[in-house]
């Protein structure tokens, strides 16, 4: 299985970018999908999650800014950025948690990461 994201990029204080992750493989379904971030010499903290039904949480920094949603039949997760600001500078990491097979426990799966900077 891999998750892979892309989308992230260099982008003006006010502006907008949008992130999307693939998960492709061997995949019977996809629980939980999600977005973290990590800036520098920080933890990585939770962004946004949706469940397979499309129940969303946020973190409060970015509720209202950021829009999570997921296509199930692509198995991607996406995340809408608006009014980004210098805080919200970090790498942003893929989850999915996901069974392999019918009978199987849940795995988390955590893509490489995609560079988001907001400066002007």
């Known amino acids: 299985v891999q998750v892979v994201e892309s989308g992230g990029g260099l982008v003006q204080p006010g502006g907008s970018l949008r992130l999307s992750c693939a998960a492709s493989?061997?995949?019977?379904?996809?629980?939980?999908m999600g977005w973290y971030r990590q800036a520098p010499g920080e933890q990585r903290e939770l962004v946004a999650t949706?469940?397979?039904?499309?129940?969303?949480n946020y973190a409060d920094s970015v509720k209202g800014r950021f829009t999570i949603s997921r296509d199930n039949a692509k198995n991607t997760v996406y995340l809408q950025m608006n009014s980004l600001k210098p805080e919200d500078t970090a790498v942003y990491f893929c989850?999915?948690?996901?069974?392999?097979?019918?009978?199987?426990?849940?795995?988390?799966?955590w893509g490489q990461g995609t560079q988001v900077t907001v400066s002007s």
């Open positions: 989850h999915a948690r996901i069974v392999t097979m019918i009978v199987a426990p849940t795995i988390d799966y």
């Open positions: 493989g061997s995949i019977f379904t996809i629980y939980t």
């Open positions: 949706i469940t397979r039904d499309s129940t969303t």
